[in-house]
């Protein structure tokens, strides 16, 4: 009998362990982690009720995975400027430039009179395999017209590009021939390549463009440096200007081709990241060679974590405009239906300890996107003087004053050159009037020029053609009514852009750049600076007092890679660099 009366309790003891188990959890939950599970339990506990009550009672019925994929970028914007959602569709082509390569037939296109005109044919693609030449007009798209108003960017790319092994069959109209064309083109392997531009500027100096930074650019630069090491390099110029970025590890392995051992390129730091040092490990083949780096308002990111390094080290000069100011560093997150998120965890440092992130306001996306149009109001892009600091001081490793406040202030600066700047050359700009006169004076002359690569005949041979007038009567012709006052004042200024883009509708990337850099001041400045043996920084003397900078030049001018647009006669200057063409 007592043993049964003992039994009696078992389920009341048991009962109260669990009470006492639960209360025990409780207090341990709050007062060790802070509240920090509840809240976040509590606060996806509302989006969860939200999105069923949305569902389950609206007055209209809503499409959820619909509305959850257009919230998420909204919740992302209230934590900083860079932290993004990418959609699972989009996913492939924000990372192809990253990768190196895309799945596609391999032609550089334009729209033109409502038909697919291919620019230039990319090199290593199918479509050079196949015989698809620069000028082609692609007329059908696997047996069906594709001309007309249904002809668009999004379409051609959706028509053209697919899975690997995949074939398209294209219908080819091209000049001098009376009939039709027909290729069957085998999607496969595009490559991209992030270095665009490497030759001699002179009989010593070197020069290599990177207009981005993915997974094929150490191994590219590595060969472009032997590529200038064969034909007599001595001195280097690397540009920059209009390189958004891209992977941090590829500037990293560049800065290290340059530095002696031991020296900080960059370091990062976060809430949950703890501080991550990258260093040179001496192993670097160039730790002596004459270095100029090109910048612009452009240069962000990667960009900038290699022009600080080499600023911050005293290792070569910086000549350009102050850079983007990009200074967080995002991670990618991928979700089971293929989408992405890219999060920032950390802020990146320079080696003199500056986080050349710009300033921002969680939430205030357009003030942040309208940061480099701000720029231009105040002069900054005209004067060295305009350029906005917070004002916090930092010391390169010699001892020169550099600055905080967003960006990589350049040692040298190029203003932007607006001399004969008119509404007219606005408003040609603006409507892309340009760009198509190029391509059609282009198209209309590929018998003539043949394969010329002289940029001096080509040059004389666009002279001889009076392109300006010619362009007038186009832009007339469209639309643009002539104003021959204006017209005579932009002269210079409407020559330079329309051989700039009609060299480049012509030749390949590097001959464009090679005929743009032909007067461009940054690279004519980076030229003495070599020939008088003035890329080393000077520092500050021993014995004064105060360290002195670098003095800064002042030289006049404009890059073809980054093109203005106005606004009520005010100048601006484009965010991001402007894609004329589409890949495909």
């Excluded at 990177?210 to 650019?217: C, D, M, P, Y």
Aim: hydrophobic share 35%.
């Amino acid at each position: 009998m007592a043993k049964l009366r003992d039994s009696r309790f078992v389920p009341l003891i048991i009962a109260l362990g669990v009470v006492l188990g639960i209360l025990i959890g409780s207090f341990c939950a709050n007062h060790f982690s802070g509240n920090r599970l509840n809240i976040i339990n509590t606060s996806s506990n509302k989006l969860n009720v939200l999105l069923h009550l949305i569902d389950d009672q609206y007055v209209d019925t809503v499409n959820i995975p619909d509305l959850v994929e257009k919230s998420l970028p909204q919740i992302l914007m209230e934590l900083d400027p860079h932290s993004t959602y990418v959609g699972a569709s989009d996913v492939e082509e924000s990372m192809q430039e990253l990768k190196g390569s895309f799945s596609g037939i391999g032609v550089q296109f334009t729209i033109y009179r409502d038909t697919v005109r291919v620019v230039k044919v990319i090199k290593g693609g199918p479509s050079e395999q196949h015989g698809i030449m620069p000028g082609d007009c692609i007329i059908s798209v696997d047996g069906k017209p594709y001309v007309g108003k249904e002809v668009t960017n999004d379409e051609t790319m959706k028509r053209l590009k697919g899975p690997r092994e995949t074939t398209v069959k294209l219908g080819i109209k091209r000049h001098g021939k009376p009939q039709p064309l027909s290729f069957s083109i085998v999607r496969g392997d595009v490559p991209l390549r992030t270095i665009d531009a490497v030759y001699m500027l002179d009989e010593t100096t070197g020069y290599i463009r990177i207009n981005s930074f993915g997974e094929t650019t150490y191994p590219e630069f590595l060969s472009a440096l032997a590529k200038l090491n064969n034909e007599g390099l001595e001195g280097l110029v690397i540009d920059l200007r209009g390189n958004l970025g891209g992977y941090m590890a590829p500037a990293v392995q560049i800065a290290n081709e340059f530095l002696p051992k031991d020296r900080l390129i960059v370091y990062t730091e976060g809430r949950k990241s703890p501080r991550e040092e990258y260093t040179s490990d001496g192993r670097g083949t160039y730790p002596a060679l004459p270095l100029v780096v090109l910048v612009d308002e452009g240069s962000a990111s990667a960009s900038e974590i290699l022009a600080g390094a080499v600023q911050d080290n005293d290792r070569g000069v910086i000549i350009g405009r102050r850079t983007f100011g990009k200074g967080l560093v995002q991670v990618p997150i991928d979700f089971p239906d293929g989408s992405m998120l890219r999060l920032t965890k950390a802020r990146y440092y320079t080696p003199s300890g500056r986080c050349v992130q710009k300033p921002y306001t969680p939430g205030d996306e357009e003030e942040y996107a309208a940061d480099l149009l701000l720029r231009a109001e105040h002069g900054e892009y005209f004067t060295a003087d305009s350029i906005k600091t917070d004002g916090e001081k930092f010391e390169t490793r010699g001892g020169r004053t550099v600055y905080g406040g967003g960006g990589i202030i350049p040692d040298i600066f190029i203003a932007r050159d607006t001399l004969g700047m008119t509404s007219y050359f606005m408003e040609a700009y603006r409507t892309g009037l340009m760009f198509s006169f190029a391509y059609d004076f282009v198209d209309r002359h590929r018998s003539r020029l043949g394969e010329e690569t002289d940029l001096t005949k080509i040059s004389a041979y666009l002279d001889r053609q009076d392109v300006l007038e010619q362009f007038a009567r186009f832009a007339e012709k469209n639309g643009l009514k002539r104003r021959n006052i204006m017209l005579q004042k932009s002269g210079k200024l409407f020559k330079e852009y329309l051989y700039n883009y009609i060299v480049g509708d012509l030749l390949d990337t590097e001959g464009a750049v090679m005929y743009a850099n032909l007067t461009d001041p940054a690279v004519q400045k980076a030229l003495l600076l070599m020939q008088r043996g003035e890329t080393f920084p000077a520092l500050p003397k021993a014995e004064g007092p105060q360290a002195k900078a670098v003095g800064r030049t002042y030289v006049f001018g404009n890059h073809f890679a980054f093109h203005l647009s106005f606004t009520q006669n005010k100048l601006l200057a484009i965010w991001q660099t402007r894609k004329n063409y589409a890949n495909s």
